[in-house]
């Protein structure tokens, strides 16, 4: 029998109870009204789509209810006796043909991409697969065995939930200081959350929890994906996980493992927490690609719902692939009902479970057409048309695995992007890499150099110096190499360009020179961070100094490689301290955060400049300076006096003076004399974090500035002398 046949041949029969009618093409998934239950799911080349209804753990398949209409390729039916806690898939049924794109295979049942909640998970099993595996060709061959007891089922919910006085924060974006970090990893070792709620959402709703994260100063916390996610084979085989969680498979649902109640009124709980705290919620989310991998992969949804509306393909062999995303498969977001699906998505968490923005992974794959990039791409103009999504906070990672996938400084206005040329230019500068100065002072303003074009702000740069992929603060001054043994790939895994020095010793050490040192260089990469132009994103637990042993790639790290360590010692504490400082003083000085880019230009007008860039003499930095590849040291004035907003006039910050030291030795440095004032206050020194006393230092006074420090002046006025 070919393939063809096989597909159209019936599926077992089950007796149909079910009272059945014609119901509404919109909206789509499965929408309980209060007295039953519409059900919608698009695909424009199915020929026939079965309801399949289950008992209440999903084990059980109880009926089978075919969807009578087809309006604008949306199959639909409505069901009166239907209500919350019904679970439910669907078995679609049309052309196997993967050389045309088509692999619809009714034997496998597949989740709503529409679904709300998820019972059940995968549970892997040859079943999973729409060919036989082991097969020559094996893509191209049909399986006809049932994969019901091995799949996720769609869960019918009731959206209700009464949202208290605390709704979305809309913390303007130059005041924005974003914290990163895992659901699991922030709980699961804090002694203060009971074991019961370890890594769930009620687990991070827990005051002791949300007090420290508040205490910080920090605005918002960004979470790695919560959408449901699979688990890949390969990594369970090796007791390991997919513990980032960065292979969605439903776009609607929160993942399953993160609700201790098994409810998804815990999400919006966790939320109400988080806005009551003052804290916002930014998701990082993947619509970039599914779970469903290549043609050789499972069929869980999309692929068996229309392979060939969903994912780009091969445009002269569609039963392959095109593979941006480096996972097997790529969206099509091109695709009208794509990118509503997507839309749709982002609605929903916006308004339902009243998140305040989003982290798009690879978010040039979202406006990537056949020719590349497009900042015109229906996704990009939808989200800045749309009332709710224009109203968000979009952050893009802009780059992906595609030609001309890196675009930073690429994104439309509206868009905020992730900034890895600071993370770069920060570790490269203080871990004594040459010629660094010139882009140091870029990425100190906001990488204006990228993205002072076209009205964007200096906050559109996301700057970072360490994230969920990579070294942890604290490695990136302890490891020279990365030490990923555990993930079970020889090492071969994660990124070799880490831009880190181990100061003598790889890996921990006694040494307490050493030790020293990395410390310092922790607070100079913190200070950089804080205090530059732009918005700041710290990575969890860097504020106390927390470690990976090395790895820079704990997406399989499901447990205390992955997790932050609460058990801090006294140096993290110290750091703790030195890190709400810092956020204090970014707070408390609005010219660390200005509105408009700071340029160096001077303003006849108002007689000042907003930044002066200094070397060590006091005296403005030459051409011969800037090109100097030994040069390590910098100054950077900036005047309070400058013009803060569009209209010309003087502004009434204060004045700060930045010193960077990356050399080994100390540098003399010349305190500038400035109009209006009498001296300098010193409020940081990284060499001397425990630095409190009002330290006074006269204008043209030389300042010794210790090997490997950053220092913060405050301008005194004549007045306050």
């Not at 969807?67 to 009166?80: C, K």
């Not at 439309?412 to 203080?430: C, I, Q, S, Y």
């Amino acid at each position: 029998m070919n393939a063809k046949k096989q597909a159209a041949q019936s599926a077992p029969q089950i007796m149909q109870t079910s009272r059945v009618s014609e119901g509404k093409p919109f909206p789509l998934g499965a929408t309980w009204d209060g007295l039953g239950v519409n059900f919608a799911l698009f695909s424009a080349h199915a020929t026939k789509v079965e309801l399949c209804l289950f008992d209440s753990d999903g084990k059980q398949e109880l009926e089978r209810i075919e969807l009578p209409e087809y309006t604008n390729e949306i199959w639909h039916g409505y069901l009166p006796d239907a209500h919350p806690g019904m679970v439910y898939g669907y078995r679609v049924y049309g052309p196997y043909e993967p050389d045309a794109g088509h692999r619809f295979n009714p034997n496998k049942l597949l989740i709503d991409p529409y679904a709300r909640q998820l019972v059940g998970e995968i549970k892997w099993s040859d079943r999973l697969f729409g060919y036989t595996l082991g097969s020559a060709d094996a893509d191209l061959s049909f399986d006809d065995r049932d994969s019901a007891a091995h799949i996720p089922k769609a869960k019918v919910i009731d959206p209700a939930f009464t949202w208290g006085r605390h709704t979305h924060r809309h913390t303007p974006w130059a005041e924005t200081i974003i914290y990163e970090g895992h659901v699991r990893g922030l709980s699961m070792t804090h002694p203060a959350v009971p074991e019961s709620v370890r890594g769930t959402f009620a687990g991070l709703k827990h005051p002791e929890l949300l007090k420290h994260i508040r205490s910080l100063g920090v605005t918002s916390v960004e979470l790695l994906p919560v959408h449901a996610f699979v688990n890949d084979q390969h990594l369970l085989d090796k007791q390991l996980s997919n513990y980032w969680g960065y292979n969605s498979i439903a776009f609607f649902a929160p993942h399953q493992a993160y609700l201790a109640t098994g409810n998804i009124n815990e999400f919006k709980e966790m939320v109400a927490h988080l806005h009551a705290a003052g804290l916002e919620l930014i998701m990082d989310v993947v619509y970039n690609h599914t779970a469903e991998g290549n043609e050789l992969g499972p069929t869980l949804s999309m692929r068996g719902i229309d392979n060939a509306t969903y994912y780009r393909l091969m445009p002269d062999e569609k039963r392959y692939y095109i593979n941006d995303s480096g996972t097997g498969n790529t969206l099509d977001l091109s695709h009208p009902c794509v990118l509503q699906m997507v839309t749709d998505s982002l609605r929903y968490w916006a308004t339902e479970m009243q998140v305040d923005g989003f982290r798009f992974d690879l978010a040039t794959i979202l406006a990537r057409h056949a020719h590349g990039f497009d900042e015109r791409h229906g996704f990009l103009v939808a989200c800045r048309q749309d009332p709710v999504l224009s109203q968000c906070k979009l952050i893009a990672e802009p780059w992906d695995c595609g030609p001309g996938g890196y675009q930073v400084g690429g994104f439309p206005p509206g868009w905020v992007e992730w900034n890895d040329r600071f993370r770069d230019t920060a570790r490269a500068f203080w871990m004594g890499e040459e010629g660094q100065i010139a882009d140091l002072a870029n990425r100190l303003t906001a990488s204006g150099d990228h993205y002072n074009q076209r009205g964007r702000r200096p906050y559109a740069s996301v700057n970072f110096v360490t994230a969920h992929d990579g070294f942890t603060l604290r490695d990136v001054v302890s490891y020279e190499q990365k030490h990923n043994e555990a993930n079970g790939e020889d090492n071969q895994d994660g990124s070799d360009h880490n831009i880190s020095r181990n100061h003598g010793c790889e890996g921990p050490t006694e040494d307490p020179e050493i030790n020293g040192l990395r410390m310092r260089q922790m607070r100079n990469l913190l200070g950089t961070l804080i205090f530059s132009q732009g918005t700041p994103m710290l990575l969890a637990g860097d504020e106390f100094s927390r470690t990976q042993q090395g790895n820079n790639n704990v997406y399989c790290q499901d447990n205390e490689l992955g997790w932050i360590d609460w058990n801090i010692d006294q140096d993290g504490r110290d750091l703790l301290k030195f890190t709400r400082r810092l956020i204090a003083l970014r707070r408390s000085y609005p010219i660390l955060r200005r509105g408009r880019f700071l340029v160096g230009e001077y303003n006849e007008e108002l007689g000042v400049k907003d930044v002066t860039w200094l070397c060590p003499t006091g005296e403005e930095m030459t051409a011969e300076q800037w090109d100097d590849p030994h040069a390590r040291c910098l100054g950077m004035l900036l005047d309070g006096r400058a013009q803060p907003t569009g209209i010309r006039r003087s502004g009434d910050d204060a004045t700060l003076l930045l010193l960077f030291n990356a050399h080994h030795d100390a540098v003399n440095f010349c305190l500038p004399e400035v109009a209006q004032g009498s001296c300098w206050h010193c409020l940081i020194d990284t060499h001397r974090p425990e630095l409190r006393k009002r330290e006074i230092h006269e204008f043209n006074s030389e300042f010794l500035m210790t090997g490997h420090s950053l220092l913060l002046f405050v301008l005194e006025l004549e007045d306050d002398s």
